[in-house]
Nanobody, 124 residues
Framework: VQLQALGGGLVQAGGSLRLSCEAS????????MGWFRQAPGKEREFVAH????????SYSDSVKGRFTISRHNAKNMVYLQMNSLGPEDTAVYYC??????????????????WGQGTLVTVSS
């Protein structure tokens, strides 16, 4: 199984970025997907998750209304559209794949598969 996250970079506060994560080696449509982030010196934290068919999404309070998670099962892709970025969003962003029930998707320990991470830096 391989997850490859792309799309990070440097952006000014108030700007937008779109992260992508391409999955291979698994039946993508059978997995729930999540985005997490980890800032320096901090633990990995939940950002958003999406159900296998894309019909259910959930967000952390800190990104709700600014970030949107989506997926394209035919392309084995999951996305994270990030708008109104602020310096507090600076982190390495990771995509993960899981088959646990939706209630467990905010816990990173429930994800057996992870991408390598992509760095997002927001300047003030």
């Amino acid at each position: 199984v391989q997850l490859q996250a792309l799309g990070g970079g440097l952006v000014q506060a108030g700007g937008s970025l779109r992260l992508s994560c391409e999955a291979s080696g698994l039946t993508f449509s059978g997995y729930r997907m999540g985005w997490f982030r980890q800032a320096p010196g901090k633990e990995r934290e939940f950002v958003a998750h999406i159900s296998a068919n894309g019909g259910t999404t959930s967000y952390s309070d800190s990104v709700k209304g600014r970030f949107t998670i989506s997926r394209h099962n035919a392309k084995n892709m999951v996305y994270l559209q990030m708008n109104s970025l602020g310096p507090e969003d600076t982190a390495v962003y990771y995509c993960g794949a899981s088959r646990v029930v939706l209630s467990g998707l905010r816990d990173p320990s429930n994800y057996p598969y992870w991408g390598q991470g992509t760095l997002v830096t927001v300047s003030s």
